[in-house]
């Protein structure tokens, strides 16, 4: 079925450069006619690159330019709604889901298409998890995540534009992420997971189907020294066993706290027998 439509689209884009081409030699459909020989359409084959992969070549340029377009911050947008509001609509409309502050529901579009989140702006709606997992987001879209003070968990697992670049930008959460996932991200390497140590608070880490990273281990390490209360996950070296148990997040409110609400991260058992023994 793929190939079946990237077979239309080709076709399509065949007939409408053509057309464009012509056009702007003064050409019609029937220049054949007029005179507009084989030998002139195979020059004009040769000097455009009319073919499969000359076709093929440009609309995968024309696909990448659409998506950095979807993925541009738009200002209006975050000055109707509101920072967390407006990122909240940028990650569901990309198949992701988001969960607020006090409410355990994490929001993510239906069948229909359907997200249920507010379009207006809507008084102490604080982001305070965000999951890209399996998205198409690339650093570009990391624009839209601005001025979130509640965010404290991020899922960026197997996302193939996740790279190095990505991770250098999160130090906009330095201050407050404290779980972050990139399991299975393939474009990352080890200068990427260097750039972690700029996440202040972070408590627990998830490095699983990483082993494409050369030095993890050194990584580890550095990582670990840089949180010793951090739990990292996923993995299989010295520093730590390997723990196939997902962190999972509190909330604490205000009543049981007595500050503002916030997320904490609370290991399973395992995870804790795991950090006593080391």
């Known amino acids: 079925m793929a190939a079946l439509v990237r077979a239309v689209q080709l076709k399509i884009l065949q007939q409408q450069t053509q057309a464009i081409w012509m056009s702007q030699r003064g050409m019609t459909s029937n220049s054949k006619r007029k005179g507009f020989s084989l030998k002139s359409m195979r020059r004009l ?31 209006e947008r975050h000055q109707f709604l509101g920072p967390d509001l407006a990122t909240a609509h940028f990650v569901v409309a990309r198949e992701g889901s988001v969960k607020f502050v006090g409410n355990d529901r994490w929001f993510k579009e239906d069948e229909n298409k359907n997200n249920f989140l507010p379009n207006r702006p809507v008084m102490d709606m604080y982001l305070e998890a965000i999951n890209c997992s399996n998205t198409m987001i690339s650093y570009r879209g990391l624009d839209n995540f601005i001025d979130l003070e509640y965010l404290k968990y991020l899922n960026f697992s197997n996302c193939d534009y996740v790279d190095d670049w ?25 200068r990427g997971l260097e750039c972690l140590h700029i996440l202040k608070k972070l408590q627990g880490l998830k490095l699983s189907d990483m082993d494409h990273v050369e030095n993890l281990d050194l990584i580890v390490l550095f990582l670990q020294e840089r949180f010793p209360d951090c739990v990292i996950l996923g993995i299989d070296s010295k520093p730590q066993k390997q723990i196939e148990t997902d962190v999972k997040p509190q909330i604490i409110t205000e009543k049981d706290s007595g500050t503002k609400p916030h997320l904490q991260i609370e290991p399973e058992p395992e995870i804790q027998q795991a950090k006593e023994s080391t």
């Open 166 to 190: 990505f991770l250098s930008r999160l130090h906009q959460f330095s201050e407050t992420l404290e779980f972050l996932d990139i399991s299975g991200c393939k474009n990352v390497t080890d």
């Open 45 to 75: 084959q040769q000097d455009y690159d009319i073919s499969y992969t000359g076709l093929n070549r440009f609309l995968q340029k024309k696909l990448w330019e659409e998506f950095e377009k979807s993925e541009s911050f738009i200002p």
